[in-house]
């Protein structure tokens, strides 16, 4: 009896994918290097805005924080927790990773600004700003091998 | 001016989903098509579907974000 392509390991045409453990680990690594730099960044913004307005300091930090946390979520879920195989699982892992990812941003971005009293806007949209441009750098820079293909 | 406070909201929320959603779909298209003509890339393209995925909802983040705002703060 033919085992199912899903339970055997073969991907959508039946080829064994023999380099995608090790093209799932290069990138896993590459995005968790990613989110360390970034969480570097918020800290390191924040301690630095903490002696000038404190206020400003905490909202950077929110700022900081309502980027990564989604994207932290996204990257587990596709990255770390996925068992997808065939495209069409990938695809569907991808589309509700991306699913969550927003509502969980539009939960986070709703709470802040109901609970949090004061709040700097212009120090959480630069630092969330910043760090969405830091995301594309740092995926390019450390994606060599995405730039060359 | 409070409604058009919600029409402004209701653009910038609508405006993110719509780009959001046309840049994933685009990208997952494009990601069956290669994964079909070529099945052994398959672990490549997966990689690289999930950087751009990553890079492509950074916009409406932000339009979401700044909608956001408007609506509690205004």
Redesign the interface.
């Known amino acids: 009896m033919l085992e199912k392509p899903e339970e055997s390991g073969l ?5 064994r ?1 023999r ?2 453990g090790s ?2 680990k ?2 896993a690594q590459a ?1 968790a290097k990613v989110l360390l730099i970034q969480v570097f960044i918020t800290s390191a913004l924040s301690l630095a805005l903490i002696f000038k307005d404190f206020v400003a300091a905490y909202s950077a930090f929110i700022g900081g924080m ?2 990564l946390i ?2 932290a979520y ?2 587990l879920k ?2 770390f927790k996925n068992n997808a195989h065939t ?2 699982e ?2 569907a892992n ?2 509700m990773s ?1 699913f969550g ?2 509502v969980l ?2 939960a986070l ?2 709470l802040t ?2 609970m949090v009293e004061p709040l700097n ?1 212009l120090s959480l ?1 630069v630092t ?2 910043l760090m ?1 441009i830091s ?2 750098y740092l ?1 390019f820079k450390l ?1 060599n091998r ?1 730039l060359k ?1 | 001016m409070a409604e058009l406070l919600f029409i402004a909201v209701a653009l910038l929320l609508g405006l993110s989903a719509l780009a ?1 959603a046309l840049g ?1 779909s685009l990208l ?1 298209g494009k ?2 098509e290669g ?2 003509r070529q ?2 890339l ?3 393209l ?6 751009v ?3 492509v ?6 339009g ?3 909608a ?2 408007m ?3 205004g």
């Not at chain 2, 997966?46 to 950087?51: K, N, V």
């Open positions: 991907n959508l045409a039946g080829v994918s380099v995608q093209q799932g290069v990138v995005f309502l980027y989604p994207t996204f990257t596709v990255q495209a069409k990938i695809l991808v589309y991306q990812k927003m941003a539009i971005f709703s600004f109901m806007p949209f969330f700003i969405q995301g594309w995926q994606n995405f293909r | 959001g994933v997952g990601f069956l994964a079909a099945p052994e398959v672990p490549l997966r990689s690289q579907f999930f950087i995925v990553g890079l909802d950074a916009i409406p983040m932000i979401v974000g700044m956001l705002y609506l509690f703060a």
